[in-house]
């Protein structure tokens, strides 16, 4: 199961057009010891309730730090019914203990490692506390992904891939390193090519943090896909255009679009959240290389840093019209736990809420340098609602051309999820009185679901 924030839930504001299907389910689905003949079910709070009532033995919930109240509570009412619950994921991962306050058992890191020995030590009523990969971790001959098992009209996609699990930088604010340090694990390019060979349709979406952490792997990974004529879309970072062949392979080989993490406008702000090879400077050359190349740019900005005043706002919005980024995203600075980020603003005392349920990244749970708590959130609604305006819209991605047509519904989507933003206060978030609780034996179910 994958409990949902708010905003993200089946009746939240993402879009389907926004909305490509998880990884982390399937994946931990095929993981599955097959002599354990087990019947196995998921559920994705993004598109679906999870259920009151199952005749599930054991419940395995993958989960976010904004979802982690959400997922304790669920947690909570399956344990009272006399199930096992088993909680994996980013934040059980940084807060194993937290975590084990409201499970039976953990999973520390990888799962490809230890979700075989896990169901089986259940099974043999040995399950122990906490299941953590030793340092050889692989995700090479990872079995497919169970895609049978997904709602599958429910997503804009479910042709999810991975071929690198890892990042090689160091961003103060990211979990990913976090939970790995700068190591990046990588699948054999030929079962990448196999996997995609199998799915129906053009498109392929990689999930990787970083596709093009290692040129060389992406190189030979691009190399192959040019004869498969997909249309894939995935994550890199600036040093694509960095690098003019690992680009031409990139586009050879059927991108259709990036996400980017500029995160800031001047080099003082990206120098305080550890990103200084980012260079604001090189930007527009950037964009114009993946324009000319018809290739998308779906723009992510992390707005609050220490670089910033409350003037980043317009100046933001400014640099996005100018550059015609195609698909911006906003957030504000958050400091997850586990990242340098949380342990510099913990010593500092700007830490200010401490409800995980408001770690979504929309909301001010730091005390922010330049500017109130209260600014910044405006701020962000602000540019959200600027930027997703029609006019701003149709000035960014004017023309009849493959962009133009690839990304007009995910504009739409994301308009439709600044207009609801104001909706979704710290107060909707935090409450979780729709899932089912139990209190000294007295379970409580409410009565509209």
Known sequence: MAPAGAMHRYNGSFAKALHYAPLTLTTLAALVPPE????????????????????????????????????YQWAGYYRSLGKTVVLGGVHPTLMPLEAKNHADAVVIGLAEQTWGELLRDYKNGTLNPFYQHNGNASIAGRPQPRRDLLKKDRYVTSNSVEATKGCVHSCSFCVITALSGQNVLTRPVKEVIAEIERLPGKEVVFVDANLIAYPQYAKELFRELIPLKKMWFGLVTVNIGRNDELLDLMVKSGCKGVLIGFEAITSSSLKSIDKGFNRAEEYETLVKKLHDAGIIINGTFCLGTDGDDATVFSRTFDMIQKLKIDLPRFSIMTPFPGTPLFQSLEQSGRIIDRNWANYDVEH?????????????????EWTWKQTYKYSSIAQRIAGINSRFMLSVPVNLGYRHYAQKLRNFSKAVMTDISDVPYYEENNLYIPSHR
């Open 364 to 380: 001010c749970v730091i005390q922010p340098k330049q500017m109130t708590p209260e600014r910044l959130e405006a701020g962000l």
């Open 36 to 71: 354990l003949d087990a019947e196995i079910k998921i559920y994705d709070e993004t598109v679906e309730y999870l259920p009151k009532e199952t005749d599930a033995d054991l419940i395995g919930m993958t989960v976010i730090t904004g979802t982690s109240q959400r997922a």
